[in-house]
């Protein structure tokens, strides 16, 4: 099991970034695929960004690809969260998320740990 905690969610004008960033704890880690997950008001959780457990492989959501970029520090056990060029859409609940299953997962089944959640919140 991996215990998430998840840091770095805040207030931002459109157009500028943030970096989030997931602390993780427990032996698993290095060798799991971790993945983003937002959560907005009134709406589901949706996949967001996913990374392989080497990092060597990485992959998104559409809304978000070319302005997001996921990646990770096994030696730090941190997964981090770079988003740039935010719009008002982006504002949610971010998770991060530990894979139960190897590949590319997407939907929450796929996942087994989860953190807490940061608030993100984009002012247009």
């Known amino acids: 099991q991996v215990q998430l905690v998840e840091s770095g969610g805040g207030l931002v004008q459109a157009g500028g970034s943030l970096r989030l960033s997931c602390a993780a704890s427990?032996?698993?880690?290095?060798?799991?695929?971790m993945g983003w997950f937002r959560q907005a008001p009134g709406k589901e959780r949706e996949f967001v960004a996913g990374i392989s457990w080497s990092g060597g492989s990485t992959y998104y959501a559409d809304s978000v690809k070319g302005r997001f970029t996921i990646s990770r520090d096994n030696a730090k056990n941190t997964v981090y969260l770079q988003m740039n060029s935010l719009k008002p859409e982006d504002t949610a609940v971010y998770h991060c998320?530990?894979?139960?299953?190897?590949?590319?997962?997407?939907?929450?089944?796929?996942?087994?740990?989860w953190g807490q959640g940061t608030q993100v919140t984009v002012s247009s």
């Open positions: 427990g032996r698993t880690f290095s060798r799991s695929t």
């Open positions: 998320a530990a894979a139960r299953t190897y590949g590319s997962p997407r939907v929450e089944a796929d996942f087994g740990s």
